[in-house]
């Protein structure tokens, strides 16, 4: 009998369900974000953020939004200009005058009668673009220089596209530029020959205008802040104008966080583009295969690949 108990028991575990450990979750883009090593993540230097205070809202609510300047070689006539009209404060007691929905949020000064600073430069439309491999990398010397090789390889608007220093950009077999994707900021202009100054500015608040690159000169990015652009009242007039001057949202200043106290500089880092940590972001928004999704994508357009950035806390 206790030979045939034995017997029993030794069948019946061959039927009772395995339980294998839980496979671990597989991380999402932010998650993998969030736990890149600190080398991976780069500095942006205070002399290259562009500090735009608007007036409090109805609440009392500060409203500040944080715009990063484009690195060498891209738009460098324009961003001169840029730095020379926040140096001059021109921006103060100007206004955001046109917010067009699923477009641009644009500001300056809605007279066009202000005189603007001497010495700015006129900018040729050639510089919309630069020759192929001129981007400098403002990144530790242990990380390579060469274009990050995980980016998307083309689109509908440019031959190729890829990311370089932590930026969008496109290019051909000669020339590359800028991207016009969410939050960028570009330069607004009257018609050709015409390039602008730097003194009209708009951020993107809605689907990326490609159509916009090598026809405007993109100049930063907004990095902290955009919502108190995109969540702004539409503009009833022709483009998102405001046409009841009451409704246009003063600028108290724009500054370069370089000239602001230091103690009350902002600081932020971006994730590195030539990292590896990144290159498994970039694959993760191209193949979501966190928990919520059902069929990866397979690609992405490089406009939904946003580059990471941070706030730096005070030490």
Sequence with gaps: MRHLLLTAAAAASFVLPAYAAEPAPVPSPGEIAASAPASDWVAIAASDLLVMDLTPDATGKPRRVVIQLMPAPFSQGWIGNIR?????????GTSVNRVQDNYVAQWGDATEKKALPTGLATVPEQDYTVPVGQLVIHETPARGTKPSPHAPRGDGYAEFTRFSGGWPVAFDHAREWPLHCYGAVGVGRNMSPDTGAGAELYAVIGHAPRHLDRNIAVVGRVISGIEHLSSLPRGTGALGFYEDEKKRVPIASIRLADSLPAGQQPKFEYHSTESDSFAR??????????????????GADICNIPVPVRPVAAK
């Design 84 to 92: 020379k009209l926040a140096a001059a404060h021109w921006w103060d």
């Design 281 to 298: 972001y970039a694959d993760a928004r191209a193949n979501r295969r966190d928990p919520f999704f059902i069929k990866p994508a397979g």
